[in-house]
Nanobody, 124 residues
Framework: QVQLVESGGGLVTVGDSLRLSCAASGRLFSSYGVSWFRQAPGKEREYVAGVDFSGRITGYADSVKGRFTISRNNAENTVYLQMNGLKLEDTAVYYC?????????????????WGQGTPVSVSS
């Protein structure tokens, strides 16, 4: 039901900052939890960060905690991922996804809608 389009990825240097955006269509977007996942070459897709329907509750993978911030603006139907202090290990294609669980989830199988991904490449 929800269509998602990620943007904001690019080529950056270690220590740089980047803000990813996930633009959604669908009237019920504000009722859904949203998470960011990432996938590096040869690796499984992994959870990065999530936010509940209200934007008040967030969660992060240990690898990004303290560096990344997820937020949402339901009036704009948009979710953001602010990435600070980027590391080489952050290189991946980043995807946003929507789950009907209003509280959100860290399990990819709970997400029924996915964006096409936006690539982030961090170099030294």
């Amino acid at each position: 039901q929800v269509q998602l389009v990620e943007s904001g990825g690019g080529l950056v240097t270690v220590g740089d900052s980047l803000r990813l955006s996930c633009a959604a269509s669908g009237r019920l977007f504000s009722s859904y939890g949203v998470s960011w996942f990432r996938q590096a070459p040869g690796k499984e897709r992994e959870y990065v960060a999530g936010v509940d329907f209200s934007g008040r509750i967030t969660g992060y993978a240990d690898s990004v905690k303290g560096r990344f911030t997820i937020s949402r603006n339901n009036a704009e139907n948009t979710v953001y991922l602010q990435m600070n202090g980027l590391k080489l290990e952050d290189t991946a294609v980043y995807y946003c996804a929507v789950t009907r669980y209003s509280k959100g989830s860290r399990n990819p199988s709970d997400f029924g809608s996915w964006g096409q991904g936006t690539p982030v490449s961090v170099s030294s």
